[in-house]
């Protein structure tokens, strides 16, 4: 199997809130969480336009491992990057990692496809995109 670089990292603060009855950080906030990463890594890389024009990427699949527990106390960050690119999708790794073990509680494979919110239909990835993923990434 091919090791992930991740060279974009969210810190997480793990709140109250996020805890459930059996003592750990409940599993779909773990996703919530998988979402910050995205939100933070698309604003750095594509910068804030991403977000607010019509022509924006959307998650059409989400596969989720949760490896182990995340307690109240665990200090965490959400690693992110993307590993391909198609002509109207990509493939983005991401992995929630204990600051002081570097442990991997869970990790998220997604895709993410082009979208004109206007029109509501798919469109292809803009070069824009491809740019500043490829100078970000290296890929």
Not at 25 to 30: G, R
Not at 33 to 50: K, T
Not at 85 to 107: E, F, P, R, Y
Not at 119 to 137: D, H, N, Q, Y
């Amino acid at each position: 199997m091919q090791e992930t670089t991740f060279k974009h990292s969210t810190p997480v603060q793990v709140r109250f809130n996020d805890i459930d009855g059996l003592g750990h950080v409940n599993n779909t906030t773990i996703q919530e969480y998988f979402d910050l990463g995205r939100m933070h890594y698309m604003n750095e890389v594509f910068g804030p336009s991403i977000l607010k024009g019509d022509e924006t990427l959307i998650v059409v699949n989400i596969n989720t491992d949760f490896i182990s527990p995340i307690y109240l106390k665990d200090s965490m960050e959400v690693q992110t990057t993307i590993t391909s690119l198609g002509n109207k999708s990509l493939q983005m790794v991401q992995q929630v990692v204990c600051n002081s073990s570097k442990t991997i509680k869970a990790s998220c494979k997604s895709v993410m496809v082009g979208f004109n919110k206007k029109t509501e239909e798919g469109l292809e990835l803009l070069p824009e995109w491809r740019e500043a993923i490829t100078s970000f990434e290296g890929i």
